[in-house]
């Protein structure tokens, strides 16, 4: 079986589990091995260029993590003078960039985790007799000027090399990192390596990818929030895919598509404990019991729209969504009245042209400061009692929209954020109370 297994920044976040890391890769066989930076760099990274925006050179997060990286480098590799060198030089860099800061400066700041937790964990693979090569993912992965991964050069470049490799090769690359049409190093977002392992996935052609994190899976509900949540142990592409783009942390909404189209199947597993079963999303769904999950996804605005032109009328819809689609704005989640329609966003970035280019069509109206909680599980529409089951516990809190109907498997609605984590914790209870 071909595996691509992608450890996140708790799992690389100190010699101590980068050695749990290197022995889950040989108990499992991965053939390709996708790394995040070490756990607080990519944000420690981010502070940095905002300082460095403000013309200041943040001298404190830029000796915490080169500490960080040294330490790790010293304890686990036999013979650390590279790797050190290679810190340092890191290091000077990222000091260099943040005194004549630009916004490439920012992309090539945000690049030198992954390009470092790589390098070292390699050459500790070597140390200990791995025939390990490290791959520099940014020649392999492109991005276009729409947003998307060119497939077709990762299948050419990094996928033909693998394919090519003997049986006992294994390949450690970055996450999270690319190069954009424009030629420059940049990145897939944050909490992207779990979208670069999917694509990796697709490009070598591999059975499975493996999502290695902190935590045993998917849980019923967001642990931060939550007590006594549960992993699931399985779940289709669909429902993982609306928990994640639901806001369920674990997993990048954009990872599903690449291994649902392939039926890659994904599996979430947890470093710290290599032995738990996990969560595999598969083809099947969970139809365990009627409510599976539940995940919610703050900073979500409103956009309203009332006009009287809208009653009677045909191709009023399409002329709004037209505004959203010229400001390259997704939407989430839409209620509609005869006279009235609502839509969530939750990139704001151009909000003031989309409500300036709204006015025209009637009252346009804003709401910020929202959640969208989202309810995933075997939901037909055609059954009776799902929302007296989902709201009756939530009597209380006002629900200012509800999508429901439109898939089998989902019902979501729209809370004030302030009501959040009331929301998540009773309708743990109602929902989930015989687990
Ligand atoms: P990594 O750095 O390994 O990519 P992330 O922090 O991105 O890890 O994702 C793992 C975290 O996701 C967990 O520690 C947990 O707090 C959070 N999380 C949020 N919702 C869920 C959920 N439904 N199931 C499991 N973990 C969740
Ligand atoms: N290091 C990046 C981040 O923290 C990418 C990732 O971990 O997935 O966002
Ligand atoms: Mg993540």
């Excluded at 992954?114 to 390990?132: C, D, H, M, R, S």
């Excluded at 990818?209 to 849980?219: E, K, L, R």
Aim: proline share 3%.
């Amino acid at each position: 079986m071909i595996k691509v297994l992608k450890f996140g920044g708790t799992s690389v976040g100190s010699a101590e589990n980068m050695c749990k890391v290197a022995q889950v890769i040989k108990d499992e066989g991965s053939k390709v091995t996708v790394l995040s930076a070490m756990s607080e760099t990519t944000n420690g990274l981010v502070k940095i260029c905002s300082l460095a925006s403000k013309g200041n050179v943040d001298v404190e997060t830029i000796d915490y993590l080169k500490t960080k990286y040294s330490i790790c480098a010293t304890t686990i590799l036999k013979n650390p003078s590279s790797a050190i060198a290679m810190v340092d030089a890191t290091y000077v860099y990222i000091s260099e960039q943040a005194a004549t800061y630009t916004a490439n400066s920012n992309l090539n700041i945000l690049a030198q985790g992954e390009l470092l937790t790589t390098a070292i964990f390699t050459l500790y693979l070597n140390e200990q007799g791995v025939k390990a090569e490290l791959l520099h993912v940014p020649d392999s992965m492109h991005s276009l000027e729409d947003g998307y991964v060119d497939l077709a050069h990762l299948s050419a470049t990094l996928g033909a090399r693998v394919k090519a490799s003997s049986a006992d090769t294994i390949f450690i690359t970055q996450g999270f990192i690319c190069t954009n049409y424009k030629g420059e190093l940049d990145n897939l977002g944050r909490g992207g390596s779990d979208y670069s392992a999917a694509l990796i996935g697709e490009a070598i052609g591999a059975d499975e990818v493996q999502i290695w994190t902190d935590i045993d899976g998917m849980h019923n509900n967001d642990p931060r929030y939550v007590e006594g949540t549960y992993p699931i142990r399985k779940m289709s592409f669909t429902q993982a895919a609306e928990l994640a783009y639901f806001g369920a942390k674990i997993l990048h909404p954009a990872t599903i598509l690449p291994c649902q189209r392939n039926s890659i199947n994904v599996r979430l597993k947890n470093t710290l404990e290599p032995s738990a079963a996990g969560t595999l999303i598969s083809n099947e769904a969970n139809v365990d019991s009627q409510f599976c999950a539940i995940a919610a996804k703050d900073d979500i605005t409103v956009v309203r729209i009332c006009s009287a032109r809208m009653l009677m009328a045909y191709g009023f819809l399409r002329k709004v969504f037209e505004v959203f689609e010229a400001h390259k704005t997704p939407i989430d989640m839409i209620t509609t009245s005869e006279v009235a329609v609502s839509i969530t966003i939750d990139n704001t970035d151009h909000l003031d042209s989309i409500i300036a280019d709204l006015n025209p069509f009637g009252n346009v109206s804003c709401d910020s400061n929202n959640t969208i909680v989202c309810v995933v599980g075997h939901i037909p529409p055609e059954e009776a009692g799902v929302n007296s089951s989902v709201f009756s516990s939530i009597s209380d809190v006002p629900v200012k929209m509800i999508s429901y109907g439109a898939s089998s498997h989902s019902i979501a609605f729209l809370i004030n954020s302030d009501n959040k984590i009331e929301t998540l914790r009773k309708l743990n209870t109602s929902l989930f109370k015989s687990k």
